[in-house]
């Protein structure tokens, strides 16, 4: 197996551990995995659970690619800049779609998946740069500061349309939207 493969292979399984992180929280509701997966129906949460899903699949590639001897300079920053990237490029891809055309499950998974790719590329490129001093430090510290930004909107979202879960009328994990 080769680094070109594993983009491949990295793509579908992230995916697919997309499916499992999404109902997480529902499963076990506990103030731990609301940091880690989405406690409601809300895009912004969907983004949290990409992220998440990139970092968790990330240990495993760590393993495949060391039984493989597949080479893996700048890996903790790959990894970090592959899930952060990832949110981006959903968001621009995914949002003007679905003010164009309403919400079709079919097309917000292709639009994962395609995002999930462009980022794996990006990935790829990273992995292949000489090592970057300091890039396990950086990352380290880059997934921590992200993850706290994430608690604080999930416990306290701005109340934008990103935020709003359309299902269950609220903004983050307990803030109900006022009835109109």
Known sequence: MNLKKMIFINTIITFILCFLTHFLYD???NPIFSLFFPVNESVWEH???IYTTILIYGVLEYYIM???NIINNNFLLSVFLK???????????YLPIN?????HMIVTFIILLISIFISNLIGY???KMNEIKYQKIISITSIIIV???MFLLTYNPPMKDLFYD????????NIYAPKK
């Open 66 to 68: 060391k039984k493989f």
């Open 99 to 103: 003010k164009i055309f309403g919400e």
């Open 147 to 149: 993850y706290i930004i």
């Open 27 to 29: 499963w076990f509701p």
């Open 166 to 173: 359309r299902t269950e009328q609220k903004y983050g994990i």
């Open 83 to 93: 899930s952060i990237i990832c949110i981006p490029v959903n968001l621009l891809i």
């Open 125 to 127: 490129f990273i992995l």
């Open 47 to 49: 983004m949290k659970m």
